[in-house]
């Protein structure tokens, strides 16, 4: 109920200060009666000026809140007012017609306007100018020109219902300005002995050095009380009492709002007693109490509002955060939509259901004999007795002759060819028609497999980048975690030990997927990240971490940046040996191997058809691909279906590749094998080999074919043998050339790969006796424990780490 009426409350002061325009008319009032040196109101036109560029339908509002301000003011410039109201808004319509760039031309309208009533006002009441009023005359002008500029960025703050971007320091003083020029239109008001401008000026003060620190606090006590010094000479002191208040009430904003005061109260006494004296000393107590008891007041929703305006408070980087959230929640929505977009073509492309393949076989028959009937029985004088009374005997005969002819090419079922004879009076040429016309069924039907294969295969295409998009969707979504306590603690370890640290993030605290970037000072080259910081961190997160990467000079003042990532629990160590038929320069085999970052590693060796040049280009070409794709990726068996299809529809050469993928999980070393058109790999255990192997056709010869996905579990120490058909075929005096390739393997004394995979290679060419039939290319990949190069370094005192549950903090204890 009490919740209800406060929204009530808060919309209809919403609706009369903003919609009706009362905020213009209270702040015009006191700019109205606002003075400064004794005689100049430089505060009116930039006002008018401001609200008539960016309000122009409150101008009228404006105008007459300034003269009501003149009006009952105590400085007695109400004809000056008056007039120079009148004077800018003919000014204005003369520059309207004139001149195309109003808002720029603005200030110099203003600037215009008031010389020409100051001079004018003077003129007619003295008879002659003289330089001092021409001189004042002057510098009223120039702070109407300059204060024209700062209200047109201050006044939308505060006469707009909603701010949607956080403010500028030059904003900031803008309002600042604005708010203090407000303020000395209350010049003459007393309450008690207490000035209200007084009050009003340190209250202030209070907030925004509560809500923006020191720096914006001493900001403000020096803009607010140059501008009151300037409309009152004896309130000179005040600029140094609000800035000292200012600057102590920032330094001490940890203490909430008693914080604050305890700094208004300090200055004040230390001010006051020092430009007062001990006996006005009081007066100056009271007016800071009242505005301490103002500013206990204010609501937390309003310094929270405030707050998320103003850059470096905590609720402008929650804003700011929100912000960013939403950009990115939005962002993976549509990559969401795009995803499940390309899952719903995935789906309309897909086959047509199994349960209509009965209906199409019948209307595809009905189609092939009406075309046989056309040609042969539309011309016959018995049409009418085979097709009328003896329609189903007819349809069956001519079914079966067109099965017949499909299965065998011809007739061989004489029972069934005598049966014809009787029937038909031409016999020999409707056999010979449906034969005719089978072929023309055949392409048909062959046409039709490829446009349904080719839907598949752009179903499955589609289906993998719909996934792709998907994951992306999610990886958008995670947002790195506050780890505040942690960094500092962190940060404090390091720095206890001697290292220069600029700063650090953690991103990631999740076991075997640690990140931490941190920015530290250079070291010229001497390794300080993977030789100290890394063991150091190992040592505290209780996991190993080494440099992911590192970026010399990165930071401006000289500072290197380096991420840190968990170790991956294995490596891969290769060693290749390849060479060209005849030992010419260009070999027909291409090989490739990769660490994907999603923490696989690839092995591929592609085989084109034939030698030379051409061969290479292929081969060459279908691992470019197959990289490409699988970088982005999309799964193994849907990348080697997109390539297939790219280099099957790209030509039609009878150019085709082999391809033998070895995919490497570097967290538990499962390994994936898709082997198209490939001879066997084999896997050294200790003195135990063991063949791999899958049966599929070479890749670009088929449209459409099943990708058969063998799995092995590798172990530490494990050898993987992958070759091309040059090494596997080349002995051709040996009958069984598997076992004969696990001896030569098991025969081997070394583990290392490249050593194992010169043997190999040397062995296979000295037992053809020197002969290179064909190219030849072995990779030999050694799987390994990662051990990293530096053991974790255990700090003094280091603090003890401790992950919890998404949702809660991790915390150092």
């Known amino acids: 109920m009490i919740g209800n009426v406060g929204k009530k409350a808060s919309a209809m002061a919403n609706t009369i200060f903003y919609q009706y325009g009362l905020l213009v008319a209270i702040i015009g009032f006191l700019l109205g009666r606002a003075m400064i040196l004794s005689e100049l109101t430089p505060f009116v036109l930039p006002y008018l000026a401001a609200v008539y560029l960016l309000k122009r339908e409150r101008a009228g509002i404006a105008a007459l809140s300034l003269v009501a301000g003149a009006l009952l003011s105590y400085h007695g410039q109400i004809v000056f007012v008056l007039a120079a109201i009148i004077t800018f808004v003919l000014v204005q319509k003369v520059v309207t017609k004139f001149i195309t760039k109003r808002t720029s031309f603005l200030p110099y309208t203003v600037f215009i306007a008031s010389m020409m009533t100051r001079l004018g006002l003077v003129y007619a009441m003295e008879g002659l100018v003289t330089n001092y009023a021409l001189m004042m005359a002057t510098v009223e002008a120039g702070l109407s020109f300059i204060l024209t500029m700062i209200f047109m960025q201050s006044v939308p703050l505060i006469t707009a219902k909603k701010i949607q971007q956080p403010l500028k320091n030059e904003e900031i003083v803008c309002l600042i300005i604005l708010l203090a020029s407000v303020m000395t239109g209350t010049i003459g008001w007393m309450m008690y002995d207490m000035t209200i401008e007084h009050i009003l000026a340190r209250y202030l003060v209070l907030l925004f050095a509560f809500v923006g620190g020191a720096a914006i606090g001493s900001t403000v006590g020096v803009v607010t009380g140059l501008i009151l010094s300037l409309a009152s000479v004896a309130s000179l002191y005040q600029m140094s009492l609000l800035a000292f208040a200012g600057l102590l009430g920032g330094l001490l904003k940890e203490g909430k709002r008693t914080g604050v005061a305890?700094?208004?109260?300090?200055?004040?006494?230390?001010?006051?007693?020092?430009?007062?004296?001990?006996?006005?000393?009081?007066?100056?107590?009271?007016?800071?109490?009242?505005?301490?008891?103002?500013?206990?007041?204010t609501p937390k929703d309003l310094i929270t509002r405030l707050a998320r305006f103003i850059p470096g408070t905590v609720e402008h980087s929650k804003e700011q955060q929100q912000y960013v959230r939403k950009i990115r929640d939005l962002t993976a929505g549509r990559v969401e939509q795009f995803s499940t977009l390309f899952q719903t073509l995935s789906s309309s492309f897909q086959a047509f259901p199994q349960t209509a393949n009965e209906e199409e076989d019948e209307r595809e028959t009905d189609y092939f004999l009406s075309n046989v009937t056309e040609k042969t029985c539309q011309t016959c004088f018995k049409k009418e007795r085979c097709w009328v009374q003896n329609f189903s005997k007819t349809y069956d005969s001519m079914q079966k002759i067109m099965t017949e002819t499909k299965e065998h090419g011809e007739i061989k079922n004489q029972m069934l060819l005598s049966e014809w004879k009787k029937l038909c009076i031409k016999p020999e040429k409707v056999i010979q028609t449906i034969a005719s016309e089978h072929e023309y069924y055949q392409v048909n039907q062959k046409l039709k497999r490829q446009v349904l294969e080719s839907r598949k295969l752009v179903a499955d295409q589609l289906l993998g980048v719909s996934r792709v998009m998907g994951d992306f969707a999610k990886e958008i979504q995670k947002e790195k975690q506050a780890h505040h306590y942690q960094e500092e603690q962190m940060l404090d370890a390091l720095r206890s030990v001697g290292l220069e640290i600029g700063h650090i993030d953690?991103?990631?605290?999740?076991?075997?997927?640690?990140?931490?970037?941190?920015?530290?000072?250079?070291?010229?080259?001497?390794?300080?990240?993977?030789?100290?910081?890394?063991?150091?961190?190992?040592?505290?997160?209780?996991?190993?971490?080494?440099?992911?990467?590192?970026?010399?000079?990165?930071?401006?003042?000289?500072?290197?940046?380096?991420?840190?990532?968990?170790?991956?629990?294995?490596?891969?160590?290769?060693?290749?040996?390849?060479?060209?038929?005849?030992g010419a320069w260009v070999s027909g085999d291409c090989y490739s191997t990769i660490e994907l970052g999603s923490g696989k590693y690839a092995i591929a060796i592609s085989d084109g058809m034939g030698n030379g040049?051409?061969?290479?280009?292929?081969?060459?070409?279908?691992?470019?691909?197959?990289?490409?794709?699988?970088?982005?990726?999309?799964?193994?068996?849907?990348?080697?279906?997109?390539?297939?299809?790219?280099?099957?529809?790209?030509?039609?050469?009878?150019?085709?590749?082999?391809?033998?993928?070895?995919?490497?999980?570097?967290?538990?070393?499962?390994?994936k094998f898709l082997k198209i058109g490939s001879i066997p790999s084999f896997i050294k255990r200790g003195s135990n080999v063991t063949k791999v192997e899958a049966n599929n056709l070479p890749i670009g010869m088929l449209q459409e074919f099943d990708v058969d996905v063998v799995s092995e579990q590798l172990k530490a120490g494990d050898l993987l043998i992958m070759m091309s058909d040059g090494i596997y075929d080349a002995p051709k005096h040996v009958e069984n050339k598997e076992m004969w390739m696990k001896r030569v393997i098991n025969e081997l004394k070394t583990d290392d790969p490249q050593e194992v995979a010169d043997l190999l290679l040397e062995?296979?060419?000295?037992?053809?006796?020197?002969?290179?039939?064909?190219?030849?290319?072995?990779?030999?990949?050694?799987v390994k424990r990662n051990t990293p190069k530096w053991a974790a370094i255990p700090l003094y005192k280091a603090p003890s780490f401790t992950r919890k549950k998404a949702q809660r903090a991790a915390s150092f204890s």
């Open 506 to 582: 953690i991103y990631s605290l999740e076991k075997g997927n640690i990140e931490i970037e941190m920015s530290i000072s250079a070291d010229n080259g001497h390794g300080q990240s993977e030789k100290v910081i890394a063991p150091l961190l190992s040592d505290i997160v209780n996991e190993t971490v080494v440099v992911k990467q590192e970026e010399p000079d990165f930071y401006p003042n000289g500072y290197s940046h380096v991420s840190f990532n968990s170790i991956k629990q294995f490596v891969v160590e290769t060693g290749v040996a390849h060479v060209a038929k005849g």
């Open 763 to 782: 062995k296979i060419i000295r037992s053809e006796q020197g002969s290179i039939n064909d190219d030849m290319t072995v990779i030999v990949a050694k």
């Open 262 to 297: 305890l700094g208004l109260l300090v200055g004040t006494l230390l001010i006051g007693l020092y430009s007062e004296g001990s006996a006005e000393v009081s007066v100056t107590l009271m007016e800071s109490m009242a505005a301490i008891l103002i500013f206990f007041l």
């Open 613 to 671: 040049e051409r061969a290479h280009l292929e081969s060459n070409e279908t691992l470019q691909l197959l990289q490409k794709i699988l970088q982005s990726g999309i799964e193994e068996t849907i990348a080697i279906k997109s390539v297939n299809s790219v280099l099957s529809l790209r030509s039609t050469d009878e150019i085709f590749s082999t391809l033998d993928l070895a995919m490497i999980d570097l967290q538990d070393a499962t390994t």
